[in-house]
């Protein structure tokens, strides 16, 4: 079954670029990647998500390898505020199992002054 | 805003008792979700509904029962609480159009302790 995996934890320096890997190597064709943060005590929040093309927004940007089975989140200058669990998450199609979600373990990203 | 409001943030309940956590969605979504989170387990599926009526069990159904009567409400039903069933609930809803690029929207969890 397709599941994505991600280190447990990373570290990082204020105002430094993070860049957060997930490996999905059983994506499907049609499965989105989706990266989701949540911080203690809250529902996890949108942080950007993508097909195939490499992604930018507000936020972050999304690194996507050209054979789909891996991906990566990049930070581009961290804050403290971007402390947080960040998860990599497949979303399948409606049509390949209902449109569920495929969640990683998560990378704790603690941010350092 | 897109607003996923899960009826209670934290319960107390006795073994044995019927335990149901709402979750009302304003945004008119198909698809709607049950999760539960635990320490170093992540997020597992409970139940998912990807329209009125219609409900699929996902990772970890046991135990659970859902209900989706209206568009806008995902109930979980707790038959009968067991203290293993202590954790924190999380609804989510999502647009279906048959792709799978929507965004989802979480609300913010209900901790459950059964004692």
């Known amino acids: 079954d397709a599941k994505t995996t991600q280190p447990n934890s990373m570290e990082s320096n204020e105002e430094e670029p993070v860049h957060l890997p997930c490996n999905h190597s059983?994506?499907?064709?049609?499965?989105?990647i989706h990266w989701y943060r949540q911080l203690p005590s809250q529902g996890p929040e949108y942080v950007i998500h993508?097909?195939?093309s490499n992604v930018n927004n507000r936020m972050a940007s999304l690194a996507i390898a050209e054979d789909r089975k891996s991906s990566t989140l990049i930070l581009h200058r961290a804050t403290l505020r971007d402390a947080a669990v960040y998860y990599c998450?497949?979303?399948?199609?409606?049509?390949?199992?209902?449109?569920?979600?495929?969640f990683g373990q998560g990378t704790e990203l603690s941010v350092k002054p | 805003d897109v607003k996923v409001t899960q009826s209670s943030r934290y319960l107390v309940k006795r073994t044995g008792e019927k335990v149901f956590l709402e979750c009302v969605q304003d945004?008119?979504?198909?698809?709607m979700f049950w999760y539960r989170q635990d320490p170093g387990l992540g997020l597992r599926l409970i139940y998912f509904?990807?329209?009125?009526?219609?409900?699929e069990k996902g990772d970890i159904p046991e135990g659970y029962s859902v209900s989706r009567e209206k568009k806008e409400r995902f109930s979980l039903i707790l038959e009968s609480a067991s203290t293993n069933q202590t954790s924190m609930y999380l609804c989510?809803?999502?647009?279906?159009?048959?792709?799978?690029?929507?965004?989802?929207?979480f609300g913010e969890g209900s901790w459950l302790t059964v004692v």
């Open positions: 998450i497949l979303r399948r199609s409606r049509y390949n199992q209902g449109g569920k979600l495929i």
């Open positions: 993508g097909l195939t």
């Open positions: 509904s990807y329209d009125v009526k219609m409900k």
């Open positions: 989510a809803s999502s647009l279906q159009d048959g792709r799978s690029g929507n965004t989802i929207y």
């Open positions: 945004m008119d979504h198909e698809n």
């Open positions: 059983t994506i499907s064709g049609t499965d989105y």
